[in-house]
């Protein structure tokens, strides 16, 4: 166990750097890259950053991810304007567009409301742009890589305008929305900005091909996908197989569409068994298909440490949220030569309601028993959710009176598909809930200072826009008048949305 001189010496060293790192870079940010843990909340972080240490052979509690190193980190409230709790949703379209919005919407204002079509087509003059048409307008590249399905709530942000996040394809719409409102998938393949993203990577497959999303016509959106970029004498490649991404020549095309898998992508515990990509090779081939003199901008978001958690598998979260940091190191790996241009953000969209409880001592695995509870005589784990659809208390066989839960040893705790205890039982096998407290941001480059104190969640793609001189920054003191070239496709409009001030002021 460390003595004091340890401390005193670790504590003097960490001040050194955090002064050294402390003069802000205020470069023009060339590059944008963002990670979004989904659901990646300040226990399930605490949790990995355990575990990875554990993996490695130490007590876990001293051990840092690469990005709880960065100089700058912040808390972000992540509420939508109509929920204390937030979905991902509402919170993607404030990250990615500045603005907040209402639980469930995505890409759209407060003038839309949830599950209204016409209310869509009334306010769409007012959309907001998403940060993937101001960095088009600015000439830069593109890119979005998901362990979910691409036309999921964080991706579809990026791209699409809808009043409700589960309308990826036109069969799950209401009878009075179809043919007037575009399903998700049809927005990414036909309509502005998503056409023109040069790298989509993720799952999802059944939302664009006939035999899994019907639609007037039985349209093959890969097919409209391919036929746009042939029309405009585009190189490509429409993938399916992480083998098939990783052939010779794809990462020089103009543009890529990699669909791995019918829905989600695997956890990471499960993709051996697979064809799948890792995140980290998605991440590696978008950047190196990304890169380019005016620059790009690149979402990477774990999507499946959500997934686990809603499942109350926490052990799954972990790997996931472990294989999304081995993504990061790959990119500022990828991007050393032009580090000091890049602004890198990693951030999570909301929490979840695990929680590390007890007194454990130091070093006892992260996944395994945390005491004994005196008042039962039964085991409880160090990780636990507040609530959750996988119950498991039952009456005392002892006492009728008293409600016990089961029994668990260390083996069972630490197995890959163990459920973790709840206390307030959820219908479903996905109802565990999201968390509402504030999540954290973590940031390096240009004006990654910036990402400090308490913010609003819209306030990230300020920053971002600010940094690269894009959207409603992009005439910013210290901007040079950009200039738009064809590399990234045809021009795209102009923003025509702009929110400076948090939109929850309209309700004080």
């Given at each position: 166990?460390?003595?004091?001189?340890?401390?005193?010496?670790?504590?003097?060293?960490?001040?050194?750097?955090?002064?050294?790192?402390?003069?802000?870079?205020?470069?023009?940010?060339?590059?944008?890259?963002?990670?979004?843990?989904?659901?990646?909340?300040?226990?399930?972080?605490?949790?990995?950053?355990?575990?990875?240490?554990?993996?490695?052979?130490?007590?876990?509690?001293?051990?840092?991810?690469?990005?709880?190193?960065?100089?700058?980190?912040?808390?972000?409230?992540?509420?939508?304007?109509?929920?204390?709790?937030?979905?991902?949703?509402?919170?993607?379209?404030?990250?990615?567009?500045?603005?907040?919005?209402?639980?469930?919407?995505?890409?759209?204002?407060?003038?839309?409301?949830?599950?209204?079509?016409?209310?869509?087509?009334?306010?769409?003059?007012?959309?907001?742009?998403?940060?993937?048409?101001?960095?088009k307008e600015q000439g830069k590249k593109t890119g979005l890589v998901t362990t979910a399905r691409?036309?999921?709530?964080?991706?579809?942000?990026?791209?699409?305008?809808?009043?409700?996040?589960?309308?990826?394809?036109?069969?799950?719409?209401?009878?009075?929305?179809?043919?007037?409102?575009?399903?998700?998938?049809?927005?990414?393949?036909?309509?502005?900005?998503?056409?023109?993203?040069?790298?989509?990577?993720?799952?999802?497959?059944?939302?664009?091909?006939?035999?899994?999303?019907?639609?007037?016509?039985?349209?093959?959106?890969?097919?409209?996908?391919?036929?746009?970029?042939?029309?405009?004498?585009?190189?490509?490649?429409?993938?399916?197989t992480r083998e098939e991404l990783l052939a010779h020549g794809n990462e020089e095309k103009d543009?890529?569409?990699?669909?791995?898998?019918?829905?989600?992508?695997?956890?990471?515990?499960?993709?051996?068994?697979?064809?799948?990509?890792?995140?980290?090779?998605?991440?590696?081939?978008?950047?190196?298909?990304?890169?380019?003199?005016?620059?790009?901008?690149?979402?990477?978001?774990?999507?499946?440490?959500?997934?686990?958690?809603?499942?109350?598998?926490?052990?799954?979260?972990?790997?996931?949220?472990?294989?999304?940091?081995?993504?990061?190191?790959?990119?500022?790996?990828?991007?050393?030569?032009?580090?000091?241009?890049?602004?890198?953000?990693?951030?999570?969209?909301?929490?979840?309601?695990?929680?590390?409880?007890?007194?454990?001592?130091?070093?006892?695995?992260?996944?395994?028993?945390?005491?004994?509870?005196?008042?039962?005589?039964?085991?409880?784990?160090?990780?636990?959710?507040?609530?959750?659809?996988?119950?498991?208390?039952?009456?005392?066989?002892?006492?009728?009176?008293?409600?016990?839960?089961?029994?668990?040893?260390?083996?069972?705790?630490?197995?890959?598909?163990?459920?973790?205890?709840?206390?307030?039982?959820?219908?479903?096998?996905?109802?565990?809930?999201?968390?509402?407290?504030?999540?954290?941001?973590?940031?390096?480059?240009?004006?990654?200072?910036?990402?400090?104190?308490?913010?609003?969640?819209?306030?990230?793609?300020?920053?971002?826009?600010?940094?690269?001189?894009?959207?409603?920054?992009?005439?910013?003191?210290?901007?040079?008048?950009?200039?738009?070239?064809?590399?990234?496709?045809?021009?795209?409009?102009?923003?025509?949305?702009?929110?400076?001030?948090?939109?929850?002021?309209?309700?004080?």
């Open positions: 166990m460390p003595h004091g001189d340890h401390w005193m010496s670790e504590m003097k060293d960490d001040l050194e750097k955090t002064i050294k790192a402390a003069t802000p870079n205020l470069k023009k940010a060339k590059n944008v890259i963002i990670f979004v843990g989904d659901g990646m909340g300040i226990p399930v972080t605490v949790a990995s950053r355990i575990y990875k240490g554990q993996l490695q052979g130490f007590p876990g509690e001293e051990t840092s991810l690469r990005f709880e190193t960065f100089p700058s980190t912040g808390l972000i409230k992540s509420y939508c304007v109509d929920r204390q709790v937030a979905d991902s949703a509402c919170t993607a379209t404030a990250i990615f567009s500045g603005i907040k919005s209402r639980y469930a919407t995505m890409g759209v204002d407060i003038n839309s409301n949830y599950n209204d079509c016409q209310s869509v087509l009334n306010n769409a003059i007012n959309h907001p742009d998403s940060i993937v048409v101001w960095a691409v036309t999921h709530a964080t991706p579809g942000a990026l791209y699409a305008h809808t009043p409700n996040r589960d309308w990826e394809c036109e069969e799950f719409m209401p009878s009075d929305a179809r043919g007037k409102c575009p399903d998700i998938a049809r927005q990414l393949v036909e309509n502005e900005p998503g056409k023109y993203m040069n790298v989509i990577l993720g799952g999802g497959r059944q939302n664009f091909e006939p035999d899994g999303c019907r639609r007037n016509g039985s349209v093959d959106l890969t097919q409209v996908w391919i036929d746009h970029k042939k029309s405009l004498n585009l190189t490509w490649a429409y993938v399916k543009h890529v569409l990699g669909l791995f898998s019918g829905s989600h992508m695997s956890y990471e515990l499960d993709r051996k068994n697979t064809e799948e990509p890792s995140i980290q090779e998605m991440t590696r081939f978008a950047i190196r298909n990304l890169k380019n003199d005016q620059g790009f901008f690149l979402m990477v978001e774990g999507g499946k440490i959500d997934h686990a958690l809603h499942e109350v598998n926490a052990k799954r979260a972990l790997v996931d949220l472990l294989a999304m940091e081995d993504a990061l190191e790959t990119a500022i790996k990828e991007m050393e030569s032009e580090l000091d241009e890049t602004l890198i953000i990693v951030t999570a969209d909301h929490s979840h309601v695990m929680t590390i409880n007890g007194y454990p001592k130091r070093g006892n695995p992260i996944l395994g028993i945390a005491e004994i509870s005196e008042s039962t005589g039964l085991p409880y784990t160090t990780l636990m959710f507040t609530n959750g659809g996988f119950w498991k208390y039952k009456v005392d066989p002892n006492n009728s009176s008293q409600v016990v839960w089961e029994n668990v040893t260390e083996e069972e705790a630490m197995g890959d598909d163990y459920r973790q205890l709840q206390a307030v039982h959820l219908k479903g096998s996905f109802s565990e809930t999201h968390g509402g407290e504030d999540i954290a941001v973590y940031a390096k480059g240009p004006w990654s200072h910036l990402l400090v104190g308490v913010h609003e969640q819209s306030y990230i793609a300020h920053v971002m826009a600010h940094a690269a001189c894009m959207g409603p920054y992009k005439t910013r003191d210290g901007c040079v008048g950009a200039t738009t070239t064809d590399e990234a496709g045809p021009p795209i409009r102009i923003p025509h949305f702009l929110v400076l001030l948090p939109l929850f002021t309209l309700f004080l």
